[in-house]
């Protein structure tokens, strides 16, 4: 198993521009689907058959997904960058 990663410093998110993350999260009960689309920097939302398990891309601040979630019960969350989309300025 790989060692967690240090959290990012405020100056290498400056640096790396906005982050893209892919996510799991799967819930107690039904998900809450709706919420979660609806949430600002959330797009390619997927969710499992049995409704419990979702899967997504969070562009920028995660603070709009987290409060999608409110109230119900998270049993897993997982978060991994994903490819960028926002190559720097030259590159």
């Given at each position: 198993?790989e060692?967690?990663h240090?959290p990012p410093?405020?100056?290498?998110m400056?640096?790396?521009?906005?982050?893209?993350?892919?996510?799991?999260?799967?819930?107690?009960?039904?998900?809450?689907v709706?919420?979660?689309?609806r949430?600002?920097?959330v797009?390619?939302?997927?969710v499992?058959p049995d409704?419990?398990?979702?899967?997504?891309?969070?562009?920028?601040?995660?603070?709009?997904?987290l409060d999608?979630?409110?109230?119900h019960?998270?049993?897993v969350?997982?978060?991994?960058?994903?490819a960028?989309a926002?190559?720097?300025?030259?590159?």
């Amino acid at each position: 198993m790989e060692p967690p990663h240090p959290p990012p410093s405020l100056v290498s998110m400056i640096e790396n521009g906005p982050t893209r993350q892919r996510v799991e999260v799967s819930f107690v009960c039904a998900a809450p689907v709706r919420q979660i689309e609806r949430a600002s920097g959330v797009s390619e939302v997927d969710v499992d058959p049995d409704g419990r398990t979702v899967r997504c891309r969070v562009d920028g601040s995660f603070q709009p997904f987290l409060d999608a979630l409110r109230g119900h019960e998270v049993l897993v969350l997982q978060s991994s960058p994903a490819a960028s989309a926002y190559p720097k300025e030259g590159h």
